[in-house]
């Protein structure tokens, strides 16, 4: 069975840090591109980082540049998102997914993603 699980969510104050995983089973990682989503209560998702199969492409949405930092450890068959200097906005159920692609760049379309985790909770609050 394919899967991927996310973990790490948690409630943070303004200010701290959280590492979220995203680990996959039943495939490899090694030939997806991974993006970590999020979706904040009566918003739509949106992408928030992706990074390419090897690791060399990352993509960050403007609001969390300088801020989180995705990274990947094919070895360990898993993904993760460091996140700092985290603010309230940034509450959301975070999603990771899996696209299946031969390109270079990874994307934040996520009708494009074949598999998807799911989610985990982070809440920025004092």
């Known amino acids: 069975q394919l899967q991927l699980v996310e973990s790490g969510g948690g409630l943070v104050q303004p200010g701290g840090s959280l590492r979220l995983s995203c680990a996959a089973s039943?495939?490899?990682?090694?030939?997806?591109?991974i993006g970590w989503f999020r979706q904040a209560p009566g918003k739509e998702r949106e992408g928030v980082s992706c990074?390419?199969?090897?690791?060399?492409?990352?993509k960050y949405t403007d609001s969390v540049k300088g801020r989180f930092t995705i990274s990947r450890d094919n070895a360990k068959n898993t993904v993760y998102l460091q996140m700092n200097s985290l603010k309230p906005e940034d509450t959301a159920d975070y999603y990771c997914?899996?696209?299946?692609?031969?390109?270079?760049?990874?994307?934040?379309?996520?009708?494009?993603?074949?598999?998807w985790g799911q989610g985990t909770q982070v809440t920025i609050s004092s």
């Open positions: 997914a899996a696209r299946r692609t031969f390109l270079d760049m990874c994307v934040f379309d996520s009708t494009s993603y074949n598999y």
């Open positions: 039943g495939f490899t990682l090694d030939n997806y591109h």
């Open positions: 990074i390419n199969r090897g690791g060399g492409s990352t």
